[in-house]
């Protein structure tokens, strides 16, 4: 399933400038781009100015550009008529029909199928200065831009291409895809902590787990700025996993949350992306292979441990779900190491009826049975009301089968954490806590409650409570954000 997550993210076309795709693609020579959602709305009959500047700046910067549509009938009339003369070349599926095979017809040649673009490669030639020469576009050297994970970013998977996801443009969609692609492709970002909501996508062409938001590395590089530090995967001294990305001057340390195996997840990293152009983030998983009885104490013991041999100081600290579980742990325990410290969607307690949730998880887990134990965390996750909520059954089913792709053989590591997660019960250790606090969550939180926020809050001296009214459990958005990033540059 990797073949449908994205290599980069932004929130509209706008924002996809060429010295970003320098910075963060510098291989791409060929820029292509769906129509419907992402240049335009969908069927539109014009394309809007704004759009068509940003195509022309492309071809202002030495780029080729592609239109790949799947549109099919007399909107391949239209679609030639609104692009040729604006892009390099146009490719329907229509364009791929070999004339000489009557039974060839353009729905062979739809996205996914990765044909048109391969077949604009084909018709395409760059200067290639090792050789001096025209020369065939490479697949390797195109960077789709698309609106769809079912269809354009794995058109670009197949084609060999790398894939830009951003939100829909616009207010219309095709009723087939509004009903059915959309909520299973929610689901597929919420587990993959790819952007949701709308404040969730980045202003700037972003890579997924890897540069911040934001490519100032291209033009800072440009002009001889230090470029950012791509993210990597590494381990701590004492056998702690990490991903790592950003380029700021301080530490920052993300314990993160629960997870099936204790492995750098860069995909969690990316929920930080907003963090990488102050820190250098490190998002650190427990280390495998848990011993039976392995506290929430002992974790933090091991986070200490890394900290103290690899930044020899206080650092800021970020824990996230059963990761802020452990922050609890760490900062009541180790004072010395934490600057400040936010608690995200975490709590000196789970509620109840999480508790259970995550124990029949680890329980279904354990016994080799992923699907029906992705099945009772995704339920947990996906909204029972508004549209999703009515094909919420069917989600529940395509977001467990997704998320139990690549379980891990051996569940022990996370029916130990979970284990450990059960015996939380730290209200009354919450005054040890001297570092400055955030506690952010949202009210809808399925595995804590506004009251548990507010009572972790309360508990902590020198603490401040950030609630969202309506959010759910590993909130993000621009307000909670800004709110982190103003309390992390006190002093």
Not at 183 to 200: F, G, H, I, Q, S
Not at 271 to 280: N, V
Request: a neutral charge; glycine letters at 10%; charged letters at 25%.
């Amino acid at each position: 399933m990797n073949r449908l997550i994205p290599d980069l993210v932004v929130d509209r076309l706008l924002h996809v400038t060429p010295e970003d795709l320098h910075a963060l693609s510098p291989e791409t020579r060929v820029v292509c781009m769906d129509i419907d959602g992402t240049v335009t709305d969908y069927h539109a009959a014009s394309v809007p100015v704004e759009a068509q500047e940003r195509i022309r700046s492309f071809t202002a910067a030495g780029l080729l550009t592609v239109i790949v549509s799947n549109c099919s009938g007399a909107r391949v009339e239209e679609v030639h008529r609104l692009f040729d003369g604006l892009v390099t070349e146009v490719m329907t599926p229509a364009d791929c029909v070999d004339p000489t095979d009557p039974g060839d017809s353009g729905r062979r040649h739809r996205k996914p199928a990765p044909d048109m673009l391969l077949e604009a490669a084909s018709r395409l030639t760059v200067t290639d200065p090792a050789i001096g020469a025209e020369r065939a576009v490479r697949p390797a050297e195109m960077l789709m831009i698309g609106d769809q994970m079912f269809k354009d970013v794995l058109v670009a998977r197949r084609a060999g291409t790398k894939a830009v996801l951003l939100p829909r443009l616009g207010s219309h969609d095709h009723l087939g895809v509004r009903l059915l692609q959309r909520p299973v492709e929610t689901v597929l970002r919420v587990l993959w902590r790819l952007p949701v909501r709308a404040e969730d996508w980045p202003g700037r062409l972003t890579a997924v787990g890897g540069r911040p938001s934001g490519a100032a590395a291209g033009p800072g590089a440009a002009h001889g700025g230090r470029r950012r530090a791509p993210s990597s995967t590494g381990w701590s001294g004492n056998g702690l996993p990490f991903a790592r990305f950003g380029a700021g001057p301080r530490p920052l340390v993300v314990f993160v949350g629960l997870s099936p195996e204790n492995k750098a997840d860069r995909m969690s990293a990316m929920m930080y992306r907003f963090l990488g152009k102050r820190y250098t983030v490190f998002a650190v998983n427990r280390r495998p292979g848990l011993p039976q009885g392995y506290t929430l104490a002992d974790m933090a013991d091991d986070y200490a441990a890394m900290i103290r041999a690899k930044f020899r100081g206080p650092v800021d600290v970020i824990g996230i779900s059963t990761g802020g579980s452990i922050a609890l742990h760490f900062a009541a325990d180790h004072p010395e190491l934490v600057r400040r410290l936010v608690i995200h969607s975490s709590a000196h307690s789970l509620n109840e009826h999480a508790k259970q949730v995550q124990l029949e998880y680890a329980r279904l887990a354990g016994l080799g049975q992923w699907r029906a134990a992705s099945a009772v965390i995704v339920d947990m996750m996906i909204p029972r009301t508004g549209v999703i909520g009515r094909v919420r059954g069917p989600l529940v089913g395509v977001g467990a089968y997704l998320m139990s792709l690549g379980a891990p053989a051996d569940a022990s590591d996370l029916e130990v954490t979970v284990a450990a997660e059960d015996q939380l019960a730290f209200r009354e250790r919450l005054p040890q806590i001297t570092a400055p606090t955030l506690v952010g969550g949202g009210t809808e939180d399925p595995f804590y409650s506004a009251e548990l926020f507010r009572e972790t809050a309360a508990g902590i001296p020198d603490s401040r409570l950030a609630l969202y009214e309506g959010k759910g459990h590993a909130m993000l958005g621009t307000a909670f954000q800004r709110e982190v990033l103003r309390f992390l540059a006190e002093e």
